[in-house]
Nanobody, 130 residues
Framework: QVQLVESGGGSVQAGGSLRLTCKVS????????MAWFRQVPGKAREGVAG???????????SMKGRFTISQDSAKDSDKNTLYLQMNSLKPEDTAMYYC????????????????????WGQGTQVTVGS
């Protein structure tokens, strides 16, 4: 069974940094696509950063240059970890952040679309004060 567990959220002042972690288990010998999304109440879920199965990263327009997505995966293991390093945080980055995964390749167009993802974590709250 696929499980995603996020951690690392919290409160920080504008200009600060946070590192989110998503522990993924249940993908055996499969390096699918993974991504971070965020959502504020009353708004649609927004793609933050994604990694396709080739390890190519894509970022949302307002995150590029400030956020970095990366992954650790053990060979022949069903466990891997997805990270999101967030620097120069702004109050508008305040949201619930979710980790998502799907065991297949996603094109660049689909990588930051929420619909293709089949597995989601519970989310971790990020709050940026002004």
């Amino acid at each position: 069974q696929v499980q995603l567990v996020e951690s690392g959220g919290g409160s920080v002042q504008a200009g600060g940094s946070l590192r989110l972690t998503c522990k993924v288990s249940g993908y055996t010998n499969t390096r699918g696509s993974m991504a971070w999304f965020r959502q504020v109440p009353g708004k649609a879920r927004e793609g933050v950063a994604g990694l396709d199965s080739e390890g190519i990263a894509k970022y949302g327009p307002s995150m590029k240059g400030r956020f970095t997505i990366s992954q650790d995966s053990a060979k022949d293991s069903d466990k891997n970890t997805l990270y999101l390093q967030m620097n120069s945080l702004k109050p508008e980055d305040t949201a619930m952040y979710y980790c998502a995964a799907v065991p297949r390749y996603l094109s660049s167009y689909l990588l930051l679309q929420s619909l293709p993802y089949t597995n989601w974590g519970q989310g971790t709250q990020v709050t940026v004060g002004s």
